[in-house]
Nanobody
Framework: EVQLVESGGGLVQPGGSLRLSCAAS????????MSWVRQAPGKGLEWVSG????????YYAESMKGRFTISRDNAKNTLYLQMSSLTSEATAVYSC?????????????????WGKGTLVTVSS
């Protein structure tokens, strides 16, 4: 059974940093690209960042470039998202997603599994 379990969310002040983790199990983690997506209150799903199976290729939404860093540890079957210089616009539920392919480009690849998400609240 494929499982994706996010952690690391919480309350952070504007300008602060947070690192999210996604523990994956039930599949060959190092065969697939992975992504982070988010859904802010009252808004649609947004592709935040993606990473190829080997970590060589990454994608970031324009507004996240330079502030968010996606990474993965294939030995630990874990995906990460380091977020810095956070603003209130980053308040959302962040979920990790398993792509059905190994590579990442500029178009969001098909997703076959989702995690339940972790809530990030940016507020003073």
């Amino acid at each position: 059974e494929v499982q994706l379990v996010e952690s690391g969310g919480g309350l952070v002040q504007p300008g602060g940093s947070l690192r999210l983790s996604c523990a994956a199990s039930g599949f060959s983690f190092d065969d697939y690209a992975m992504s982070w997506v988010r859904q802010a209150p009252g808004k649609g799903l947004e592709w935040v960042s993606g990473i190829s199976w080997n970590g060589v290729s990454t994608y970031y939404a324009e507004s996240m470039k330079g502030r968010f860093t996606i990474s993965r540890d294939n030995a630990k079957n874990t995906l990460y998202l380091q977020m810095s210089s956070l603003t209130s616009e980053a308040t959302a539920v962040y979920s990790c997603a398993k792509q059905s392919v190994s590579m990442i480009g500029d178009s969001w690849p098909p997703v076959d599994y989702w995690g339940k998400g972790t809530l990030v609240t940016v507020s003073s």
